[in-house]
C-alpha cells in the first residue's frame, strides 16, 4: 500500500547519532528494578556534545515527528502542556557531573536486547568492551506515550556502535592506572617464606605431603569382602586427580 502525504506514516522518529560518549550502561543484562510490576529494561546515557549541530538538529526534528505522532494517536488532538522530553540539558541538570558539562543527553531503554558492534561492525559479546565512559554511535527511535496521566516522548534504544576506548566513568579505574609505574610497593614477604615467620610463632614450617600411592592391585582388591572400601572421587587423595 502507498503512504499517503503527510501521513504519521512517512513521519520519521528515527536517528542515528554522530560520535556520543555512553553513561550507566546496562546494554548486556537489563537494568534491576525494585518494583516486581515493572519489566526490567535494557538501558543507557547518551552523551551528546552540544557543538555536534548535525545530531542535535536530528534529534529535534525526530522529536517533533514523535509529538506528531502523539497528537494523532495518544493525545487526543492536540499537544499537552508540559510534555516531557527526552533531550535534557547536562549542565543544567547534572551540574556537578563533568562526563555531562557541554553535552545534551539521552536516556534511551528497551526491554530487548540491543545490538551492540564494535567499528568494524563485529558483534561485541565480551561485557568489558562496552562500558560506561566509551564513546560511539547510538541508533534510537523516538515515540510519543500516555501512561498514567504522565504524557511525552520517550527514546526507544536499537543498536550501539563502539568507536573508541575512554575513561572509565562511576569510579572505575584501568589496571594501568592502579599499577603503572608511579604505583611503587615495597616486598614485605621476602625471598620464599610466603610471608611466615616460624620463629616468631614458635612452630616449624609444615614438612611436604607425600602423595598417596595407590596401585592397580589395591583398585581390583577392593572387590573383594575384606578389602578396605575405595574411597569416593571427591576426597581427592590420589595423586592422579591433582
Same mark, same amino acid.
Given at each position: 500500500m502507498?503512504?499517503?502525504p503527510?501521513?504519521?506514516?512517512?513521519?520519521?522518529t528515527?536517528?542515528v547519532?554522530?560520535k556520543?560518549?555512553f553513561?550507566y550502561?546496562?546494554?548486556?543484562?537489563?537494568?534491576p528494578?525494585d518494583?516486581?510490576?515493572e519489566?526490567s529494561?535494557?538501558s543507557?546515557?547518551?552523551?551528546i556534545?552540544?557543538k555536534?549541530?548535525?545530531t542535535?538538529n #536530528?534529534i529535534? @526534528?525526530a522529536i517533533?515527528?514523535?509529538? &506528531? *505522532?502523539?497528537?494523532?494517536t495518544?493525545?487526543? /488532538?492536540?499537544?499537552?502542556?508540559?510534555?516531557?522530553?527526552?533531550?535534557?540539558?547536562?549542565?543544567?541538570?547534572r551540574?556537578?557531573?563533568?562526563?555531562?558539562?557541554?553535552?545534551y543527553f539521552?536516556?534511551?531503554?528497551?526491554?530487548?536486547k540491543?545490538?551492540?558492534?564494535?567499528?568494524n561492525v563485529?558483534?561485541?559479546?565480551d561485557?568489558?568492551?562496552?562500558y560506561?565512559?566509551?564513546y560511539g554511535?547510538?541508533?534510537i527511535?523516538?515515540?510519543?506515550f500516555n501512561?498514567?496521566?504522565? #504524557?511525552?516522548? @520517550?527514546?526507544?534504544?536499537?543498536n550501539? &556502535? *563502539?568507536?573508541?576506548?575512554?575513561e572509565?566513568? /562511576?569510579?572505575r579505574?584501568?589496571?594501568e592506572?592502579?599499577?603503572?609505574?608511579?604505583?611503587?610497593?615495597?616486598?614485605?614477604?621476602?625471598?620464599?617464606?610466603?610471608?611466615?615467620?616460624?620463629?616468631?610463632?614458635?612452630?616449624?614450617?609444615?614438612?611436604?605431603r607425600?602423595?598417596?600411592v595407590e596401585?592397580r592391585?589395591?583398585?581390583?582388591?577392593a572387590?573383594?569382602?575384606?578389602?578396605?572400601?575405595?574411597?569416593?572421587?571427591?576426597?581427592?587423595?590420589?595423586?592422579?586427580?591433582?
Open positions: 502507498s503512504k499517503v503527510g501521513s504519521i506514516a512517512e513521519l520519521n528515527k536517528v547519532t554522530g556520543v560518549r553513561s550502561v546496562y546494554v548486556f543484562q537489563p537494568r528494578t518494583n516486581p510490576e519489566a529494561k535494557y543507557v546515557s547518551i552523551l556534545p552540544k555536534d549541530i548535525k542535535i #536530528k529535534k @526534528a517533533k515527528a514523535a509529538e &506528531q *505522532k502523539g497528537i494523532e495518544k493525545w487526543g /488532538g492536540r499537544l499537552p502542556s508540559n510534555i516531557k522530553k527526552p533531550l535534557r540539558d547536562g549542565d543544567v541538570e551540574p556537578d557531573d563533568e562526563a555531562y558539562a557541554g553535552c539521552i536516556n534511551a531503554n528497551s526491554t530487548t540491543p545490538g551492540v558492534v564494535d567499528e563485529e558483534p561485541i559479546l561485557p568489558n568492551e562496552f560506561s565512559g566509551c554511535r547510538a541508533s527511535t523516538f515515540y510519543p501512561v498514567a496521566g504522565n #504524557k511525552g516522548i @520517550a527514546a526507544g534504544l536499537n550501539l &556502535q *563502539k568507536l573508541a576506548d575512554g572509565y566513568l /562511576g569510579g579505574t584501568t589496571p592506572a592502579d599499577f603503572g609505574e608511579d604505583n611503587d610497593y615495597e616486598d614485605h614477604f621476602g625471598d620464599g617464606d610466603y610471608g611466615y615467620d616460624y620463629e616468631d610463632y614458635n612452630y616449624s614450617a609444615p614438612a611436604p607425600k602423595p598417596k596401585t592391585v589395591t583398585r581390583r582388591a572387590t573383594s569382602a575384606d578389602a578396605p572400601k575405595r574411597k569416593r572421587r571427591t576426597d581427592y587423595d590420589d595423586e592422579e586427580y591433582y
